[in-house]
C-alpha cells in the first residue's frame, strides 16, 4: 500500500509539468506514458472509493506538500481529463503530441464500466470555452463565434504548412479549403476567411515584436502569400473567382477590406479594380445634384457607399493611400481631367477626399 501512496504522491507533479514549457520536448512515447498514469490514478479511485479509510489515506497523501489542499480523492477519479484539460490549453505540447492527445480523448482504450461518457463531451466544451475567451476582441463587424472558426482553420493550415510538402501540394491545399469552405454559407466563408486574415496578421506581427494590431496598418507592413503556407491558400481561394472575390467585398465594410488590403498586397489592385467598375455605373443627376445609380439592377454601390469605401483606403498604410490616390488621379485623368463638379465621378471623388485629407491633416 505505501507503494501506491508513494505513486498517488506524484499527481501534483504530473499536472504542474503538463502546465510548464516541459511538454515542449514530449514525443507521442512520452504523451501516452503521460496519459497510462492518469488512467491508472482513475483506476485506483474506482477501486477505493468504497473503502472509506483507504480513500482518506490516498487524500492525505495527494494533500502533502501541497500549499493549499487543491486535490483530494475524488480528482483521481477525472485525472484523464484534468491532464488532457492541462495539455490541450499548453501551446508549448508539440503538433504531434496534440494530435496524438485528440485522438487518445477521442477514442479512450480501455474505459473502465461505469465512467461518464459526457466526460469527453465536458472537456471539447471548456476547452473551446478557453479558447474563446482566449481570443482577442474580435475586429469591427466580425462576430466572436466567426473569430473562433477561424482560429481553428488557422491552426489546421499551420500544422499543414509545418509538415514537408510535396510538389503540386498547393493545389492540393487549396481544394481541400475550398472543400471546408464551401460547407458553409457563403456569407459566413467570407467572415471565417477575413478574420483568419486578419488574425494570422496579428499574430505574424506580435512574433516579429513589432506590437502592430490588427487595423493598425499605419506602417504599411505586407505579407506575401508566396512566403506565406497560411495566408497563401486563403488569398489564393479568393482571388481565383472574381465573382466570389466581389461577393467577399461586398459582404465586408470598408474599414476591414482597407486593413485587409494594407497588409496583404495582392488584394490591394484588385479590389481597386472592383471599386472603379462600381463607380463607373454612377450617373450624374443634374436635377438632384447628386451621383445615382445608373440602373438598380447594375450599380452595386451608391455614391455615399463608394466614397466611404475610397476614404477607408486613404486612411490605411501610407502605401496603400498613395496607389489609391495614384489610381484616382488616373482614372480622372482618362476621363478627361475635369477641374469642376458633376462631369466625371472620379473627379468629384478625388476632391472630396482630397478635401476630406486636408481637413484631417489640419486639426
Not at 93 to 99: K, N, S
Not at 109 to 116: M, Y
Request: glycine fraction near 8%; proline fraction near 6%.
Amino acid at each position: 500500500m505505501e507503494a501506491v501512496l508513494e505513486q498517488v504522491e506524484q499527481l501534483p507533479a504530473l499536472l504542474a509539468v503538463s502546465r510548464s514549457s516541459l511538454v515542449r520536448d514530449w514525443d507521442s512515447l512520452t504523451l501516452d506514458r503521460a496519459l497510462e498514469w492518469a488512467r491508472y490514478f482513475q483506476h485506483l479511485h474506482d477501486r477505493f472509493r468504497t473503502r472509506p479509510r483507504l480513500r482518506e489515506a490516498l487524500g492525505r497523501r495527494l494533500r502533502r506538500g501541497q500549499r493549499s489542499p487543491l486535490l483530494g480523492f475524488p480528482h483521481l477519479g477525472r485525472c484523464p481529463q484534468l491532464l488532457g484539460l492541462a495539455l490541450l490549453e499548453n501551446r508549448a505540447l508539440p503538433p504531434a503530441a496534440c494530435r496524438r492527445l485528440i485522438h487518445s480523448l477521442l477514442r479512450p482504450g480501455g474505459t473502465e464500466p461505469g465512467s461518464e461518457p459526457r466526460s469527453l463531451a465536458l472537456l471539447a466544451r471548456r476547452k473551446a470555452a478557453s479558447r474563446l475567451l482566449a481570443l482577442p476582441r474580435p475586429p469591427e463587424g466580425l462576430e466572436p463565434q466567426v473569430q473562433a472558426e477561424a482560429q481553428l482553420l488557422l491552426s489546421r493550415l499551420r500544422e499543414e504548412g509545418q509538415e514537408a510538402q510535396p510538389p503540386g501540394e498547393a493545389a492540393g491545399r487549396l481544394r481541400w479549403l475550398s472543400g471546408v469552405l464551401e460547407q458553409l454559407p457563403e456569407p459566413r466563408a467570407f467572415g471565417v476567411v477575413a478574420a483568419a486574415l486578419l488574425l494570422r496578421q496579428e499574430s505574424g506581427a506580435e512574433q516579429a515584436g513589432g506590437g502592430d494590431r490588427v487595423g493598425n496598418s499605419l506602417n504599411g507592413n505586407q505579407v506575401s502569400a508566396t512566403e506565406d503556407d497560411v495566408a497563401g491558400p486563403l488569398l489564393a481561394w479568393l482571388l481565383e473567382n472574381m465573382g466570389r472575390f466581389s461577393a467577399f467585398c461586398l459582404f465586408l465594410p470598408g474599414s476591414l477590406l482597407a486593413s485587409l488590403a494594407g497588409h496583404y498586397s495582392q488584394l490591394n489592385r484588385p479590389y481597386l479594380d472592383l471599386l472603379t467598375g462600381w463607380g463607373s455605373d454612377l450617373l450624374y443627376d443634374p436635377l438632384q445634384g447628386r451621383w445615382i445609380k445608373s440602373c438598380l439592377d447594375k450599380a452595386v454601390l451608391s455614391w455615399e457607399e463608394l466614397r466611404e469605401r475610397f476614404s477607408c483606403l486613404c486612411q490605411g498604410s501610407d502605401l496603400v493611400k498613395a496607389q489609391t490616390q495614384a489610381a484616382l488621379k488616373l482614372l480622372k485623368a482618362q476621363d478627361g481631367d475635369f477641374k469642376v463638379r458633376g462631369l466625371s465621378v472620379w473627379t468629384d471623388l478625388l476632391m472630396e477626399l482630397e478635401e476630406y485629407l486636408r481637413k484631417e491633416a489640419e486639426r
